[in-house]
């Protein structure tokens, strides 16, 4: 045992040569695996032990090197933490946080996770770089002044023809299905361009995006653009202007459709016009995962936001049980506190609304069939939940015995 020991501990430990560390930001810097495509948020104590990595090195030669400074325990942890990641010379290139799966692997957990799966139908990184140039002008100073104007034109055009609004109410057609369906299709090609507008926004400020697809939210499908590049920045407002890009995007296109409304008085432009201004409003919502939840976390710098800020929620609940005196967080962790426990109300009630719109689509094909597929994703939540409660019941065991 003691050779073996003996032998790890003689083992090379090195950086490898294409990993990127970030500046300092915010006590902080991101870690980036271009290959692997992964990003990592290390504190500065752990990048500068990683930095310092440069020559290779032994596990006994690191002992000392940071003695003082690292216990033996935590250089193993986090030398075993980086290999785990791909993150040392020699080691292998993860390229997904995924294990490899058999086909009923994959269908287990997708029944267990479906928020997890994402499916890449574009790598748009190659074409941003193209329109590079024209990307940039787009976010020049004159630009921006023109979408400012266009923002506020349905005011302006109101104020100077106020009868068009009177006007435009009087013609108003009521739905119908050529109506429905030329809007459908409408909030199809918006929301394809909504996500385009964070990948040109992330590539404006020098980011790379190299995925844009589909994911399944709540059991609805949604394109995503994969802006994770945009934690490199070192600037606060630059993440909040890509991961508010899209919303941008969709209140200038609202004032357009107005206009072209008050104009023409054309009920499709208006129903356009009010589903484009909800979409707008829900993806606000930031308490799950949409452009809302990314703003707020780039606000609070936050970047696992939602597992943070329940980890703290569950750690008052423990300390509630077991009587533990309860600490005062300070205004940030108040905050993410605070978000934490209404997310916990909101999160469940999504699932459940999810599970209720798919019964509805699929009963409209077959309700056997609605049923069963129905219960068998509330199966594996509930799954989740249980393993959730171990979790938590180990760790109140674990405080009560300590």
């Given amino acids: 045992m003691r050779d073996e020991i003996e032998k790890v501990n003689s083992e090379t430990i090195q950086k490898r040569d294409d990993v990127i560390l970030g500046e300092s930001h915010d006590g902080h810097r991101v870690l980036h695996h271009p290959q692997s495509r992964q990003y990592f948020r290390l504190g500065l104590r752990e990048a500068k032990f990683y930095d310092s990595l440069v020559d290779a090195a032994t596990k006994n030669s690191l002992y000392e090197l940071h003695k003082g400074e690292f216990s033996p325990e935590e250089i193993d942890a986090i030398t075993d933490w980086f290999r785990q990641q791909g993150l040392l010379a020699g080691g292998d290139i993860i390229e997904t946080k995924e294990e490899k799966r058999s086909f009923f692997g994959n269908i287990l957990q997708f029944l267990l996770r479906p928020d997890s799966f994402r499916f890449t139908i574009w790598d748009p990184n190659a074409t941003l770089d193209y329109f590079r140039k024209s990307i940039n002008l787009m976010f020049s100073p004159a630009a921006i002044a023109l979408y400012i104007f266009i923002f506020i034109s349905p005011v302006l055009l109101l104020f100077a023809r106020p009868d068009l609004g009177a006007s435009a109410i009087r013609d108003f057609t009521p739905l119908n299905f050529q109506i429905v369906l030329v809007a459908y299709i409408a909030i199809l090609i918006i929301n394809a361009f909504h996500e385009l507008a964070h990948a040109m926004v992330c590539k404006a400020f020098g980011g790379n995006v190299h995925k844009i697809g589909l994911l399944f939210l709540y059991f609805s499908p949604v ?57 707008a409003l829900i993806n606000l919502f930031p308490f799950i995962k949409l452009d809302g939840y990314w703003i707020v976390a780039h606000i609070l710098n936050e970047p ?75 199966i594996g939540l509930l799954y989740r939940v249980y393993l959730a409660a171990r979790v938590e019941v180990s760790k109140i065991s674990g405080y009560r015995s300590s």
């Avoid at 962790?333 to 599970?355: D, E, I, K, N, T």
């Fill in 304 to 378: 696992n936001l939602m597992s943070k800020s329940r980890e703290l929620v569950l750690g008052k609940i423990r300390d509630l049980v077991v009587n533990h005196r309860i600490q005062t967080p300070d205004n940030e962790r108040s905050a993410v506190l605070a978000f934490g426990m209404v997310s916990s109300v909101v999160v469940p009630a999504f699932w459940m609304l999810g599970l209720y719109g798919l019964y509805y689509r699929l009963s409209q094909i077959s309700p056997l069939v609605a049923m069963i597929v129905v219960s068998a994703f509330s």
């Fill in 223 to 279: 394109v995503y653009s994969d802006v994770s590049d945009s934690w490199r920045f070192t600037s606060r407002s630059q993440k909040i202007a890509v991961a508010s890009a899209g919303i941008a995007f969709q209140l200038i296109l609202t004032s357009i459709g107005l206009c072209l409304w008050l104009i023409t008085s054309n009920a499709i432009i208006a129903y356009v016009v009010f589903a484009n201004t909800m979409l």
